[in-house]
Every structure is written in structure tokens, then in C-alpha cells.
């Protein structure tokens, strides 16, 4: 919308140009009669326009200021406005109020009896170093007015009687509109009122003033001369005032017209739009949290005006609604707002629960974030709210309220909930280790398109350095339906697996970056069709790594598919396109280890261990005649197996049953207990380094299962 303003003094779509929302330009006409009707009755008087703070009052005085000048045609109204914060004694003040009056005189003949009469006035009543700064008089006119003043007639009430006489001369009224006075100090504030009643009570001279009853009656009762005696404050303002001019009530109806018509412009400005379920979620925050405390026309600009200002590079690479609901928490209650960032990790599910809290029912929990609020000074009516406002944002005190939260919806609308897209929020863009939605999904368009610019460089780079995140996103793409290069995904997934760097994440660390790939590749394999799969699969075991995470994609497909149909795998024989894929990954990784053959067991690299230990699932056959092979020619098995059971990694005890059919399947126990016969006869020495204690602890796990499970005669 053009015409959306929400850094102005005026309440936001609420000009001369724009649709009168609030009644304010009526309201102003009604003033403007008013004027005209009190101007028939006195040649003086004064009138107050009263209503809360951020109810529109400057815009109503605006408004009648404009119209007046607009229609003054040479013989209505003429305007003055006076800000009583500029000055801060009645001296200054009454200066200013002269200077402002001779100011808004017209500048012609008719008139300049008027303008000289009134600056007199002012100049009899002022002192002259003050004279001298407001009418900006010059060394010699500085000298001639000290001339004036010792031989003219420079008393105060000549000076108002000729000042009087001129201005019923012109016979043409003047208003003289104050501001704001409820926010002046009580002392500030009876130099006002004795200007306005005493001072400055001149023929065709009126007053509107405007304020906060509520605030203006407390300043007073902190003056000594009304004291804390609110009838007294209240008889005070009735000599003082002759019409109240009350501002009518902010409808619920004007309200939510402005809250449309702001959340139209904010949307249009930004060119987003809001989707059905979007439009619900907002409506269920708004009448049931927001429409209580938007209740005047500055709330509601004011609010709108920050959800303008911060939107900026997150509109699309936020949820719309989560971030207008932080950008309520923000303007209405900012020390609430600074504990989503101290509770992060409590709030997006990803902290580990103290042992105090691992019980916790959830009613504590929703008493213990009262506590916090309540010492933030969010107010007690307003602690509900606020609770279930967050319930709406964050799963775990949603499921504290008893609503039940989806995480992954968060995620997928990238809500503030979700730990990857919290930061987005708090820093008002996209950090330096994010990737935006545009740049994101341009990535994975140059991997489709088989291109290398720079989007998909920076993804790859992402990938293999924060790997967690990356995945998620991934899978949030996968999971809403959005079309993905499923093939350069699972290609790249495999050039970068041997490379991450990505620190562990979860609980305890247990999260780690392989983990994430793994569960990522083997959903993206899954979306191929079986035809597919053999052929990626032998190109992502082009290296070493990639026919790790190659074979670990294979296992978690065919074991997902055995879990999916049990009955039906165990009767059925296994796909084609399974044993394709097998016998094209084992090739692979013969290759891979053939420079390993002629190097000793000890000089196997983690790597290669890793490949061994993997070949056994995709041809054990082949895997045990390529091992047995080198222990027939170089190897010797003791030292094979403290290099496959490394210290760091073996389990207690050193072989356990999974192990146990593990070396089973790999070398074969029968023929390693035959190779072993020597080492497993004889007593253990005693070790004399770390190497010979790992490795007798293999030999005596090796002693308890061959004793029960190989007969003693073989």
C-alpha cells in the first residue's frame, strides 16, 4: 500500500489523503463548529480535548489545525501552536506564547498595529535578555528598545490594553493549540495554566489544549498548590477549562479495521502474502492474546511500525505469523522477550534436562516460566497470555499447556521453535552461518542442473561443516514435497563424507554428522525408483568414504524394508536390484583396499578398517577369500584383529555376540581359531606394554567363546 505510514507523528493511515479509520477527520469538523459556537459566545476561552495516551488526540489536533488554515479565506481562524517543553519558565514561556501569537498575525498593513501592540505586550512582561533572544533584536535595536523602556509607558497593563484594543480592532480570532500537557512537571505545568487564564486571557485569543486526565490529575496532585487532594486537582482543571472536549472511545471495530489495514501494508510492502493455515494461526494469536493490548491507534502503529522496520531480510526466510508473535513479545514486553534467548535451548527441545527437572510434571514447568515472567515485571493479568502466546511458538510449553506440538511442523514452516531457525529471529536476518531460503533453494536448482556457481559451492561447503543443520533442511524439503535432486544430493552426500567437520550435536554428543548423512542418504535412496539405485549407488562408492556411506545407504534401506514387511521379506527372496547393487559396491571396494595387500595389518588406516568391517555385508565370500588370502601371504591375525577391535572402540568384553558373528562373517571363526591354535594353547604371559595387554585380551575372548562353542577335540 502506498499510502502506509508508520514512522510519522500521525497514526498510521490516518491522513488528510487516506480513508478517515478513526473518525478523527469528523471528530475535527465537530471541533472546528464547536470553535465557531464558543466564538459567538466569549472573546476568549479555553478548551481542552482530553483522551489516553495513543489515542489520536495530536491527530484530531492536527487535523483541525490543517482545516483551519485551509478555510481561512482572510476572515476565519487564524493558528498558533506553542510546544510548552521547549521553555521552562514562565518568562520564556509567556515570550514564546506573544512571539508565536505575532507570528501567526498576517504580515499587512491591517494588521501591524496588532503585531506591534502584542509584541509590546510581551516585551513589558519579559526580561530584556530574554526579549532579546526570542525577537532576535540586533546591537541597535537592543539599544533603542532600553530607550523605550526608560522613557515610554512600559507597564505591563498599559501594555495589554493597548494589545487588546488592537486585536478587537481586527476582529479576527486566533487559536493558539498546546500539546501534550499531561507529560510537563507539575511546576511547568501551573506556568501554563496561569499563561493561558491570567497572562494570555487577550480578546478573540482562544486556547486547545490537550491530555490525559488520568496523568494530568496525578501531575497536579504532586504541586503544592493542589496538593494530593484529587476533588481539589479536579476543581482546579473546571476554573481553568471551559470546554472538555472529550476523544471518542477506540472502538473494537476501529481497532481491528487499523490492525487489517496495518497488516495489509506491512504484507504488500514486503510482497508476502498470507496462506490459509497462516491466516488462522494469526487470527487464534490475535483475539485471543493480541486485541486486548492493541487497543489505541499508537499500540497498533507502534507495533506494526517494528514488524515493518526488523521484517527486512527475513520476509520468506521466516514464518510470517511466529515472527509478528515475537514482535508483539518485543514492543509489549521486552524483558520477556530477552528470556527467549537465555532459554534457548530449553525452548527448541535441544537441552539436556537437569536431573531435577527429568520428572518434572508439566504443570511445574508452566509454574516455573510464571516465576520468570513474573520477575521480567510482565504484569499478573497479563502472565496467561504471555505463557500460551509462547505455547503457540515453542513444543515443549505447548505440551506443558496439554495441546500436544508437532516439532516437525515447526520446522517445516520455519518457526522460531525449531532450533535451526531460532537465531533468525532474535538477530533480525539471516547470520553469517545460515543460508537464506533463496540461496538455499538455488543450490539445490544448480546440483539438478548439474551447474557449479557459487549457491551450490556454498551449500556443499555447509554440508560438510554443518552437517546437522543442512540435513534437516534437507529433509524439511523432502518432507513438505518439494521437488530434490536426489541424485546430486546422494552423489555429494558421498564426495563429502569422509570431510566433516561438524561437531556432535543431542544428547551427550550422540548426534553426530556421519549419523545425520547416513539417515539422510538412505531416505534420498529411498525415493529412487529400484532401477535407479544400483547405478547411483556404484558411483557414490567411487571413493573410499563415499562406499561407506554407500553401503551403510544400502543397509538401512533393505533393513527399513524388513521392519516395513516382515512376513513378506522372509518369504520372498531378495530384490534384483539389492543384489545388483551389492555386487557393484564389493567391486568397488576391492579396489579401494588393493593397495592394503601390500602393506603389513598394523598399517591399515581407520578408513580401510572401516571398509573391511562394511565388505561383510555386501560379500562376505569375497570379503573372507581377500582376507585369508593376506593372512595366508603377510598378515598375522592377532595383529588383524587389534587394528579391527582397536582399544579405543572394542566393546567390554573385548568380543562380545555381535562381534563375535561379526569376525564370523569377515574372516571365519573356525579358520581364525586354526590360525590362532598356538597363541590360544598357551598361557598368557604377562604383557609388557598397552599393545600386547589389548592384545591378550582378544586371545582370551577368543579362549571363552572356542571353549564354548568348538568342540576340544578339533
Known amino acids: 500500500m502506498a499510502d502506509a505510514r508508520f514512522f510519522n507523528d500521525e497514526p498510521f493511515l490516518d491522513h488528510e489523503e487516506g480513508p478517515d479509520l478513526l473518525g478523527h477527520g469528523q471528530y475535527a469538523q465537530h471541533v472546528i463548529s464547536l470553535l465557531d459556537r464558543v466564538r459567538d459566545q466569549t472573546e476568549t476561552g479555553v478548551l481542552a480535548l482530553i483522551g489516553p495516551w495513543g489515542s489520536g488526540k495530536s491527530s484530531v489536533l492536527g487535523k483541525v489545525t490543517r482545516r483551519l488554515r485551509e478555510t481561512g479565506n482572510g476572515e476565519g481562524w487564524l493558528t498558533a501552536e506553542l510546544n510548552p517543553w521547549l521553555y521552562s519558565d514562565l518568562e520564556s514561556l509567556t515570550l514564546a506564547l506573544f512571539s508565536e501569537i505575532r507570528e501567526a498575525l498576517p504580515n499587512d498593513e491591517r494588521w501591524s498595529e496588532a503585531r506591534q501592540k502584542i509584541g509590546g505586550f510581551g516585551q513589558a512582561i519579559s526580561p530584556l535578555g530574554k526579549v532579546t533572544a526570542l525577537f532576535g533584536l540586533d546591537s541597535e535595536g537592543l539599544l533603542q528598545e532600553v530607550s523605550n523602556r526608560v522613557s515610554g509607558d512600559t ?253 516437525q511442523a515447526i520446522a517445516l514452516r520455519r ?102 548423512m547416513d539417515f539422510l542418504a538412505s531416505d534420498l535412496l529411498a525415493d529412487l525408483a529400484d532401477t535407479e539405485r544400483p547405478a547411483l549407488l556404484k558411483t557414490m562408492a567411487d571413493t573410499p568414504d563415499g562406499a561407506i556411506l554407500a553401503i551403510r545407504t544400502l543397509q538401512r534401506v533393505t533393513a527399513r524394508m524388513a521392519t516395513d514387511s516382515p512376513d513378506e521379506t522372509q518369504s520372498q527372496p531378495t530384490p534384483g536390484w539389492i543384489s545388483h547393487a551389492r555386487s557393484l559396491i564389493s567391486s568397488k571396494i576391492a579396489r579401494h583396499l588393493a593397495p592394503a595387500a601390500s602393506r603389513r595389518a598394523q598399517e591399515l588406516t581407520e578408513q580401510e578398517t572401516t571398509l573391511i568391517w562394511a565388505w561383510r555385508h555386501t560379500a562376505p565370500e569375497a570379503a573372507q577369500a581377500w582376507i585369508n588370502q593376506r593372512l595366508d601371504e603377510a598378515w598375522t591375525p592377532l595383529d588383524l584383529l587389534a587394528i579391527l577391535l582397536p582399544p579405543d572402540r572394542a566393546p567390554f568384553p573385548v568380543i562380545d555376540n555381535d562381534t563375535r558373528q561379526s569376525l564370523d562373517a569377515l574372516i571365519g571363526l573356525e579358520g581364525l581359531y586354526h590360525r590362532l591354535a598356538p597363541e590360544l594353547d598357551a598361557p598368557a604371559p604377562d604383557p609388557i606394554n598397552p599393545d600386547e595387554e589389548h592384545q591378550q585380551r582378544i586371545l582370551q575372548a577368543l579362549r571363552e567363546h572356542r571353549e564354548g562353542n568348538i568342540p576340544s577335540s578339533s
Open 155 to 407: 507597564s505591563a497593563s498599559a501594555a495589554k490594553r493597548k494589545a487588546e484594543e488592537a486585536l478587537r480592532k481586527a476582529g479576527r480570532p486566533l487559536l493558539v493549540v498546546m500539546d501534550d500537557l499531561d507529560r510537563l512537571t507539575p511546576e511547568e505545568l501551573l506556568v501554563v495554566f496561569k499563561l493561558v487564564r491570567l497572562v494570555g486571557h487577550l480578546p478573540g485569543v482562544y486556547y486547545l489544549i490537550s491530555f490525559d486526565e488520568r496523568t494530568l490529575l496525578d501531575v497536579l496532585q504532586r504541586s503544592e498548590l493542589v496538593g494530593t487532594s484529587e476533588p481539589r486537582a479536579r476543581d482546579f482543571l473546571e476554573k481553568i477549562i471551559q470546554v472538555r472536549l472529550d476523544l471518542p472511545a477506540f472502538r473494537e471495530r476501529d481497532a481491528d479495521i487499523l490492525v487489517d489495514r496495518s497488516l495489509a501494508a506491512v504484507l504488500a510492502s514486503h510482497t508476502l502474502t498470507l496462506t490459509p493455515g497462516e491466516q488462522q494461526r494469526l487470527s487464534e494469536a490475535y483475539y485471543r492474546h493480541l486485541q486486548a493490548r492493541l487497543r489505541t491507534p499508537r499500540a497498533i502503529k507502534r507495533f506494526f511500525g517494528q514488524a515493518d522496520a526488523t521484517l527486512g531480510q527475513l520476509a520468506g526466510n521466516v514464518d510470517i505469523v511466529d515472527f509478528l508473535l515475537v514482535t508483539f513479545l518485543r514492543t509489549s514486553e521486552p524483558r520477556a522477550y530477552q528470556l527467549l534467548w537465555q532459554h534457548r535451548a530449553e525452548l527448541t527441545g535441544t537441552s539436556i534436562d537437569l536431573p531435577s527437572r527429568r520428572d518434572e510434571r508439566p504443570e511445574q514447568q508452566i509454574d516455573r516460566w510464571r516465576t520468570r515472567l513474573q520477575n521480567t515485571g510482565v504484569a499478573e493479568q497479563h502472565l496467561d497470555g504471555v505463557i500460551s502466546l509462547l505455547g503457540m511458538l515453542f513444543a515443549p510449553l505447548r505440551q506443558a499447556l496439554g495441546y500436544g506440538a508437532n516439532t
Open 415 to 516: 518457526g522460531i521453535g525449531s532450533i535451526d531457525y531460532f537465531d533468525r529471529y532474535m538477530v533480525f536476518g539471516i547470520p553469517d552461518d545460515d543460508l537464506t531460503e533463496h540461496t538455499f533453494d538455488t543450490a539445490l536448482q544448480q546440483l539438478a542442473d548439474g551447474t557449479t556457481e557459487a549457491e551450490a559451492d556454498e551449500l556443499l561447503l555447509r554440508l560438510r561443516d554443518d552437517t546437522q543443520r543442512i540435513t534437516r533442511r534437507i529433509q524439511y524439503k523432502r518432507t513438505a514435497g518439494s521437488p530434490l535432486p536426489v541424485a546430486a544430493l546422494l552423489k555429494a552426500a558421498a564426495q563429502q563424507y569422509g570431510r566433516l567437520t561438524s561437531a556432535p550435536q543431542g544428547v551427550l554428543g550422540l548426534f553426530t554428522a556421519d549419523r545425520a
